[in-house]
T-cell receptor
């Protein structure tokens, strides 16, 4: 069965620290997509990144980077030099290629608090 | 580009009343999704439309819930005979048609049933 686990419920860091948010997924499909979304205090989910199961290249976008490892079924997200504006709940999500709706299966989220 | 919009943003209703929410997706997006999010949890899938066809419904969607997308543009989600357990944030998302295209979310409708 498909599942996404974000074991870290809450992380608190001081500004400028690096922080990694963990995501572990389960799926039987060979084709699938992984996503990260940010939910700031305003509540709206903001799309950050999508990876497909055939592309294990790590990706960097500014202070954000993502490490996708199929061998460990993980898709971790690192914020370098964190800022107060990074404070939010971050969700990892999975959609499966065998599911024609491509609905998202979300983890329970990690609340990140960046203190000044 | 106009994003996904939802109306109303907040709704307070008494138990037993019916409520209806509206979602306007991004204009060129054919796929539309409804999710429900309760406090401290990730969103859970409720239902999915491809154009005007409702192609999948979650078991979470009891017979008190109905959704429509009559012309393949905006969608409505109606809850009949609301219960306190229906209190949640109802999120709408839309995406293009290609497999695995990212879903873009609206601001949500927060429902409180008293």
């Amino acid at each position: 069965a498909q599942k996404v686990t974000q074991a870290q419920t809450e992380i608190s860091v001081v500004e400028k620290e690096d922080v990694t948010l963990d995501c572990v997924y389960e799926t039987r499909d060979t084709t699938y997509y992984l996503f990260w979304y940010k939910q700031p205090p305003s509540g709206e989910l903001v799309f950050l990144i999508r990876r497909n199961s055939f592309d294990e290249q790590n990706e960097i976008s500014g202070r954000y980077s993502w490490n996708f490892q199929k061998s460990t079924s993980s898709f971790n997200f690192t914020i370098t030099a964190s800022q107060v504006v990074d404070s939010a709940v971050y969700f990892c999500a999975l959609s499966e290629g065998g599911d024609s709706s491509y609905k998202l299966i979300f983890g329970s989220g990690t609340r990140l608090l960046v203190r000044p | 580009d106009t994003g996904v919009s939802q109306d109303p943003r907040h709704k307070i209703t008494k138990r037993g009343q019916n409520v209806t929410f509206r979602c306007d997706p991004i204009s060129e997006h054919n796929r539309l999704y409804w999710y429900r999010q309760t406090l401290g949890q990730g969103p859970e899938f409720l239902t999915y439309f491809q154009n005007e066809a409702q192609l999948e419904k979650s078991r979470l969607l009891s017979d008190r819930f109905s959704a429509e997308r009559p012309k393949g543009s905006f969608s409505t989600l109606e809850i009949q005979r609301t219960e306190q357990g229906d209190s949640a944030m109802y999120l709408c998302a839309s995406s293009k048609t290609q497999d695995g295209d990212p879903q873009y979310f609206g601001p949500g409708t927060r429902l409180t049933v008293t």
